[in-house]
């Protein structure tokens, strides 16, 4: 007599429930992907994991706490609008750094572009201010931005990053996307140039 075989109860597991996503503890590949794919959480603290940083890296670049903030803003507002140009070639941080810079960069041409208006005086009315000083200081702005307007572009920009918003070499070459170097040799023959044009105007 053949005993009937005894049959194998199936295990059953129980599986716990999933929570609640924690964002914060996703990495930054993960977020990116969810962002991409219109994840606005994901976005949103992709910005607030790299907020601090940005605003240090834009404040070493620009030194001057309104600007930087302007410029981590707009590095902050590219990131919301630029990740789907994210390919994934490089760390997420490195780009966002980029981002950065280029930011500070944009800034920085704005505060050129201001330095370099041929009316650089103050537009108030100065009662105790002496005409004919008054006069000649407006005429020297006004030579000196014309003088800048016919020297070579990248030289008249690192002059006025140096000279007039008093940036370092190392921030002119960041913001600039050039060598050190290179910076300073444009440095030099600006300030030859701008001096050489001025002569011939006095």
């Not at 030289?155 to 290179?182: H, N, W, Y």
């Amino acid at each position: 007599m053949q005993l009937p075989r005894s049959r194998r109860r199936p295990i059953q597991q129980s599986f716990r429930p999933e929570g609640p996503l924690v964002y914060a503890r996703l990495s930054d590949p993960i977020l990116v992907k969810r962002a991409k794919d219109g994840d606005t959480r994901a976005l949103e603290v992709l910005c607030e994991r790299h907020a601090a940083r940005v605003d240090k890296v834009a404040f070493h670049i620009l030194r001057d706490p309104e600007d930087a903030r302007d410029a981590a803003q707009e590095a902050l507002a590219k990131l919301c609008t630029r990740i789907g140009q994210f390919r994934g070639e490089a760390q997420f941080a490195t780009w966002l750094h980029r981002l950065t810079i280029n930011a500070c960069r944009d800034v920085a041409n704005r505060q050129r572009a201001r330095a370099c208006e041929p009316l650089l005086e103050d537009r108030r009315a100065a009662t105790d201010a002496d005409p004919v000083h008054e006069a000649d200081r407006s005429e020297l702005r006004s030579e000196l931005s014309r003088c800048l307007a016919e020297i070579a572009p990248d030289q008249a920009r690192v002059v006025v990053l140096k000279d007039a918003l008093g940036l370092s070499f190392e921030e002119i070459a960041a913001v600039s996307d050039m060598p050190v170097g290179t910076a300073k040799c444009y440095a030099h023959r600006g300030r030859n140039r701008l001096r050489d044009k001025l002569s011939d105007v006095g």
